[in-house]
Every structure is written in C-alpha cells, then in structure tokens.
C-alpha cells in the first residue's frame, strides 16, 4: 500500500504568514486530496490536487488562500496564506491506498497548525 | 452534495459487548462507504469499507452492512476490547474518477470500559 511522508508534522505560526504543507507518496498515484481536520471534528475535503492542471477546490475554499501544487504524481503541496487563528487545524492529504480507487485511502501523518 | 449523518457521537461500552455506529447518506450515487479509526494524536485508518453491490462485509471482529434501499450503513464490533477506544469516522464516495472525494461523518468516540 503507499506510503506517504507528510511534513511539516506541526508548526506554531503568526498571523498573517504562510506556510506549505508537503506530501511525498512512495508510487505514483493519480488521485490526491487535501483534508482539514479543526481540533475535535471530522474531516473536510478542501480540494483535489490535479497533475498538470489545476486543483479542484470544494465549496467554501478558495484557490488563494489555499493554493495547491502537483508537479508530479508522487508530490503534492498545500499552502494555508494569510493565516489567521481560525486556520489552527490539522491538515491531512489523502491517496489511493493501492494507487488505484478500488481499495480505500491512506491518509498522512498530519500537519498541526496553530496560528496565534 | 453528499450530507453524512452519524450517531451515536459518543459511545461507551463494557469491555467484551458489542458496539453499533449507524450512519446515512443522501446521494444515490455513493457506492463506496469506508470506515476509519482515528486514535488520539494519530491520522485516520482504514478499517473496514463496502461497496454497493454487497449488502454486507466481515473481517475478524468487525462487520458493516449496507441498505441501499435506504441509504444507510452500520459498523459493528463485536467482542469489544479497550484498545478499540477510538473516534470511528464513516464515509460516502462515489468510486471512480473522484472516489477519493469522500464526505464524512461527524465521528463517533467509542470509549471500550475494561
């Protein structure tokens, strides 16, 4: 099943910063996902990181407060702009645990954002 | 869009009973329904999923049944034990091009009393 390496595991940032979140899957993988997770809830689907194209974002969120790169089917990074307390959460990406949809999702270890 | 709906949020058991988490969905068009287990600090794992030509699924202690008809799907655990102690999380998604696009339940904290 993949593997992904996720980085940075948590980070105490200041308001109005960025920071970018990495993920690193051990094989390529067509589909990846960004989740945000805020403290105690459930996960929600900020958006699809496409190769060679564009991300998918879902409704709520927004390509400039959260752009996404795919360079390759193997990486993908999510910057949280211009951070505010209320993006303190935890941000997870998401493959395809067998490279294919046929066989659940893997998720990473997680990002733990606190913005103060 | 696809709306999850998930109870109990708290579940608490004695060690060795059976715990129930119930969940349903509003689109037709799901077919891919997972369930993960959160342990606390840790990310979500796959434990268990069901696809719409099944009615039910077993692994080991762990069962989930689907109803098509009306939309919903349960977890069972069975033989519970205290490491079973987790927030369950269900989900819908629809296999395929974007089946990885899954909507969540708001979770279930099962707390197994030993």
């Known amino acids: 099943s993949a593997v992904i390496s996720q980085k940075p595991s948590r980070d105490i940032c200041q308001r109005g910063t960025s920071l970018t979140i990495q993920c690193q899957v051990d094989s390529q993988v067509t589909m990846m996902f960004w989740y945000r997770q805020q403290p105690g809830q459930s996960l929600t689907l900020i958006a699809t990181a496409n190769q060679g194209s564009e991300a998918t974002y879902e409704s709520g969120f927004v390509i400039d407060k959260f752009p996404i790169s795919r360079p390759n089917l193997t990486f993908s990074t999510l910057t949280v702009s211009n951070m505010s307390p209320e993006d303190s959460s935890i941000y997870l990406c998401s493959v395809p645990t067998s490279g294919t949809s046929n066989y659940g999702y893997t998720f990473g270890s997680g990002t733990r954002l606190t913005v103060v | 869009g696809e709306n999850v709906e998930q109870h109990p949020s708290t579940l608490s058991v004695q060690e060795g009973d059976s715990a129930v988490i119930k969940c349903t969905y509003s689109?037709?068009?799901?077919?891919?329904f997972p369930w993960y287990k959160q342990e606390l600090g840790k990310r979500p794992q796959l434990i268990i999923d069901i696809r719409s030509n099944v009615g039910e699924k077993k692994d080991q202690r762990i069962a989930v049944t689907l109803n098509k008809t009306a939309k919903h799907f349960s977890l069972h655990i069975t033989e519970t034990q205290p490491e079973d102690s987790a927030v369950y999380f269900c989900?819908?998604?629809?296999?395929?091009?974007?089946?990885?696009?899954?909507?969540f339940g708001d979770g279930t904290t099962l707390t197994v009393k030993p």
């Open positions: 689109d037709s068009a799901s077919n891919y």
């Open positions: 989900a819908a998604s629809r296999r395929g091009t974007n089946a990885g696009k899954s909507t």
